[in-house]
């Protein structure tokens, strides 16, 4: 009996784009969602100063974030199958103040 499995390296087929929100307004939901066979994980890193990522923050397809200025920066999705080279996008947060 000859049994065929299926290999396909991860893609991404929809990612959102750079948000920018008001502080205290509600939450922030950065999504990546990607193809592949078998079906990828998703990391979520944030992108340090100096250009390396953080250890993961998150894995799924939607990470969300409280929509203060602590959460401005540059967050990596990384859809990870274990075939060939993950693919990763970067989206940017930028969190507006608040005037009253």
Known sequence: MWISFSTDPPEFDRVSDNQTAVEGHPSITLECTAIGEPPPNINWTRVLDNGSDSNVLFTGEQFVLDSNRSSIGIYRCTALNGIGT????????DINRKYM
């Open 86 to 93: 993950a693919p990763s996008r970067t989206i940017a947060v």
